[in-house]
């Protein structure tokens, strides 16, 4: 077996079967798992999701939300462990594979239109 055979064989192990269709433009609701002390808790993050990038194990989702006046992007590894969950809120329209132009626009400017013809 060759090197990169090896990798793709202990990737596959670790890759979650339960994940969600997840489209950019959706709206997610994302259970991060935090170590506070020595509890562990679950921290959910909702936002609109810009940015996909795929990659087998590497795929991450870009989600941002507004907090306070201030936009925040959190950059999520789908199958780390650290992620409990990840719920669908609703779907958005888009017309394009990154929503960066988001990061410039405030208030209801930001907001997509709903799509129906997806399963939640």
């Not at 909702?46 to 941002?64: F, L, Q």
Request: aromatic share 6%; no cysteine.
């Amino acid at each position: 077996m060759h090197a990169q055979e090896i990798i793709q064989s202990i990737e596959k192990e670790q890759l979650k079967s339960d994940l969600p269709q997840i489209y950019v433009g959706d709206t997610v609701r994302v259970g991060v798992r935090i170590r506070e002390g020595g509890k562990e808790r679950t921290q959910p993050y909702e936002g609109t999701v810009i940015a996909m990038r795929n990659g087998g194990i590497n795929e991450t989702i870009t989600v941002r939300r507004i907090f306070q006046g201030i936009g925040v992007e959190r950059v999520f590894l789908l199958h780390s462990p650290r992620i409990n969950y990840i719920k669908v809120i609703r779907r958005g329209k888009a017309r394009r594979a990154k929503l960066y132009y988001l990061r410039q626009r405030v208030g209801k400017k930001t907001r997509l239109k709903q799509r129906f013809d997806r399963p939640l």
